[in-house]
């Protein structure tokens, strides 16, 4: 774990060149999807629960954010993904602050052939539904990593499928989604664990193994 420690000193003293090149260095040694799932994810991990115990601040929470989702935004970036290819939107349910599990959702998507629509953290359900018939979208990713006992989080996503076209799957992961994983069930949401497990299920999407959701 020697490079997740140097992740977060560099996140720590605010060094961005030097948490850039320690994504580069794995990068090069792991490869692209390598990096995500060996270094990326853990190192969210990690820093959710720093941030939970006051170990790090909002504002380096916030600088690693913005320093990672610049750094995925570069590196995965497709070759050219075709007009024509379908669309994902990806943000975090309203009240979810922590938004780099969205961001390595996105850059994970564009790896995979998608167009990806990125909102940011904490959209209201409303939002979701108004940017995904602008958009001609054809699948929602949600990333729920923190609080895991928001009591608005369940009414926002029974409003979100209500509101959605019952084409649109909604797929959702990040570390707190097992808390809520009642009402997820209950609105046919697609769980996945794991970044294979994501990349995976966006190929069942694409493929139209999904179209409707089964409500239980």
């Not at 989702?69 to 979810?96: F, H, I, M, W």
């Not at 938004?99 to 390595?104: L, R, S, V, Y």
């Not at 009402?183 to 970044?195: E, F, H, T, Y």
Request: aromatic share 4%.
């Amino acid at each position: 774990h020697g490079v997740a420690e140097r992740a977060i000193e560099a996140i720590r003293s605010y060094d961005i060149p030097s948490l850039e090149r320690t994504l580069d260095d794995s990068m090069l040694a792991m490869g692209h999807s390598g990096m995500l799932e060996r270094l990326l994810v853990p190192l969210l991990q990690r820093l959710g629960a720093d941030w939970q115990r006051g170990e790090i601040t909002a504002a380096q929470e916030h600088c690693a954010t913005s320093a990672i989702k610049d750094y995925l935004a570069r590196t995965l970036r497709p070759v050219n993904t075709p007009e024509s290819a379908p669309r994902l939107l990806v943000t975090t349910p309203a009240g979810q602050l922590h938004e780099m599990g969205a961001a390595i959702a996105a850059g994970l998507a564009r790896k995979s052939g998608w167009n990806v629509t990125y909102l940011g953290p904490s959209l209201p359900a409303e939002e979701i539904v108004g940017a995904v018939m602008m958009n001609n979208i054809r699948a929602v990713a949600l990333s729920i990593v923190y609080p895991a006992d928001d009591p608005d989080l369940p009414d926002q996503m029974v409003r979100l499928r209500s509101l959605l076209p019952d084409e649109v799957p909604i797929i959702i992961g990040g570390q707190a989604a097992d808390a809520y994983s009642h009402v997820l069930s209950r609105i046919g949401a697609l769980r996945v664990a794991s970044m294979e497990d994501f990349t995976r299920v966006l190929l069942e999407v694409r493929d139209g193994q999904h179209t409707t959701p089964a409500p239980q």
